[in-house]
């Protein structure tokens, strides 16, 4: 049985072939076109799903749309009514494309369908499940469990923004649903929105901004009170009311009115790119501490609902490795299982699952440690595609075949440099696990500094995660299990942490940052965490076989690990992306395959990127 799942048409697009319930192939959209969080019909991300297993569209059992279009236009309908007279510029915005595209999707698709390749219109089975059933079978069915509970959060799908629900065998039981407007996504865009970030985008960036809070501060405590006083109301149950007063997002273009945040927290919206001050970061703190009560609530909800050991979680608010490392620490279950692209794009591998245990009632095939593949799942490139990748730009490069390439990367990255490392399938979701990587020592004192404004040309606060091999990880950090998704922040361990100076949490910014915090400050967050992936010999060999030379060259059993990509740009996909990106920074070394490229030998590059804002 052969289903492509697809999403499309908000942000993320992706599409995800499955045969026989096996996952074979899934990949964004942005990875083809090049444009970060691309949101149009995926048509090369289909095309490669279909190649990569052999087929036709003529020989798809069913293609699965990851939620129910119309009930989207219903939620849009109801809330300008509910809110009229309110919101008349935005309806009069939003109804022309609704009634263009949305309202005709089935239209739509069949179209796009044919940029992907030949079909005859009426073979084609296409189904629609709701938005938080992709999510849930998209963390469900991958997971090895036979019994557990299911929590999404996001901002909105149709009607529902969170819901739990339990799985069983290859059924899923819808238990709560909580309703737009009230929804944690959207409070935590609200607050991305706020502080200058931008929305659908930015909401890693308000996270990794969070622990430059001062935990110490009175601030910190009165922006909790007024959030939870003004903006939300929190149940016991997890469930949340927003005050809609504060909120422009159901019927206007922005997510906040401004003037009535800046009255309550005492200071305008950010502008981007701005300076970040110390009372910004400290509300970022806040609404990240509310966030994780949240969770935690609604997870303990789960628990009581179901009765089940274990948990999965999507949608994007499971993105949040900071909750999600919280989270696992309270021991509300016994195990944690997250999708890796738990976002929008995760919905096109929940769309097609949904449809081949629920809609043609196959029976489950599970697998452990799950049935991802390490969410290497795109594109491989084998030596000849290389080869004729890099004639066009007269490439110099030295060969290492076999197990030589691990000892001389290690050499390298011990001498300081870094590496543009491109190897395997690509991996699928947001994070770079070790395929489409750039990576470096993580115990040099100026490797964040120089990564984020030599390499990423991005914020200098944004932090950088360890790629850690399993067998090391428990040395380096409070770790009790496996994260080979990186989406768990833990502590790093007290015996590696430096002394910090006196009134640390009261530093600005930019000295905090300048802090060594550890014998890996490179990949130490100023409050002494880390967003960690574990490495495993099983789902990637090759990157598993680097970090483990490093290791036996230097003792340190772990690479910083960034995504190969500039600011604005998604991550590379071919070698042609890779060499690119390598001449557009100061990267300076770049290994595809076998093959090592230095800096030094190549030609005179001529292109230039005109990076954009993310």
């Excluded at 703190?285 to 509310?290: G, K, M, P, R, Y």
């Excluded at 340190?556 to 590379?572: A, D, L, W, Y």
């Excluded at 190549?602 to 990076?611: C, R, S």
Aim: hydrophobic share 40%; with cysteine.
């Amino acid at each position: 049985m052969k289903i492509l799942g697809i999403s499309a048409f908000y942000h993320d697009s992706a599409a995800c072939l499955t045969v026989n319930g096996k996952i074979v192939a899934a990949a964004q959209e942005e990875r083809f076109t090049r444009k970060k969080h691309d949101d149009q019909f995926p048509v090369y991300a289909s095309r490669y799903c279909l190649n990569e297993a052999g087929i036709t569209l003529d020989e798809l059992d069913a293609i699965v749309f990851y939620d129910k279009p119309f009930l989207k236009f219903e939620r849009l309908l109801e809330t300008y009514l509910s809110f009229a007279p309110k919101g008349v510029r935005s309806f009069v915005t939003a109804m022309p494309v609704w009634l263009k595209e949305k309202m005709f999707l089935k239209k739509l698709i069949y179209d796009e369908l044919k940029k992907v390749g030949e079909y005859e219109k009426n073979q084609v089975n296409l189904l629609f499940p709701e938005h938080h059933l992709s999510h849930a079978a998209s963390a469900f069915y991958p997971s090895p469990f036979e019994n557990a509970a299911i929590l999404t959060i996001d901002g909105v799908g149709e009607w529902a923004t969170a819901s739990i629900s339990h799985g069983t065998g290859k059924e899923i039981r819808l238990l709560r649903e909580l309703k737009f407007p009230h929804s944690l996504g959207l409070l935590y865009s609200a607050f991305t929105y706020f502080l200058g970030f931008r929305v659908n985008s930015g909401e890693y960036k308000l996270m990794g901004l969070a622990p430059y809070g001062n935990p110490d501060s009175p601030l910190v405590d009165e922006y909790v009170q007024k959030i939870k006083s003004e903006l939300i109301e929190i149940r016991d149950d997890g469930s949340i009311w927003l005050d809609q007063k504060y909120f422009d997002y159901a019927t206007g273009l922005k997510m906040v009115k401004e003037g009535k945040w800046e009255e309550l927290f005492g200071f305008p919206k950010r502008e981007d790119e701005s300076e970040l001050q110390q009372h910004e970061a400290d509300l970022a703190l806040a609404i990240q501490i509310v966030t994780e009560e949240i969770v935690l609530k609604m997870a303990k909800t789960a628990k009581e609902l179901t009765g089940a050991k274990a948990l999965c979680l999507a949608g994007g608010v499971a993105l949040n490795c900071v909750a999600n490392g919280k989270l696992q620490n309270a021991g509300i279950f016994d195990e944690i299982y997250i999708q890796p692209a738990a976002g929008d794009a995760g919905g096109a591998v929940g769309g097609a699952l949904a449809a081949h245990y629920l809609y043609f009632g196959n029976e489950r095939i599970i697998e452990r440690p799950d049935s991802m593949n390490g969410a290497y799942l795109g594109p491989e490139y084998h030596p000849i595609d290389v080869q004729r990748a890099m004639k066009p730009f007269k490439a110099v490069y030295d060969e290492f075949p076999g197990d030589e390439l691990y000892p001389k990367v290690a050499e390298l990255l011990d001498d300081g440099n870094v590496i543009g490392w491109f190897q395997g399938r690509m991996e699928f979701g947001p994070r770079a696990l070790g395929s489409r990587s750039i990576i470096a020592d993580p115990r040099r004192v100026d490797m964040q500094k120089k990564l984020n404004l030599k390499i990423k040309y991005r914020e200098s606060f944004r932090p950088f995660a360890p790629s850690v091999l399993i067998e090391e990880a428990e040395k380096y950090f409070e770790l009790q299990s496996d994260s080979p998704y990186m989406l768990l922040v833990q502590p790093v361990k007290e015996g590696i942490r430096s002394e910090v100076p006196e009134g640390y949490h009261q530093m600005p910014l930019r000295e905090k940052l300048a802090v060594k915090r550890s014998e890996l400050p490179a990949i130490t967050h100023i409050d002494f965490s880390a967003r960690i992936q574990t490495v495993h010999q099983e789902t990637n060999p090759r990157y598993w076989k680097m970090i483990n030379a490093f290791n036996e060259r230097t003792g340190c059993g772990m690479v910083v690990n960034t995504s190969f990509n500039v600011r604005g740009e998604p991550i590379v996909c071919t070698p042609e992306d890779a060499y690119r990106c390598f001449m557009n920074t100061e990267m300076d070394y770049l290994v595809i395959g076998e093959y090592v490229f230095a800096k030094s030998d190549q030609p005179e590059w001529f292109e230039k990127n005109e990076f954009e804002k993310d």
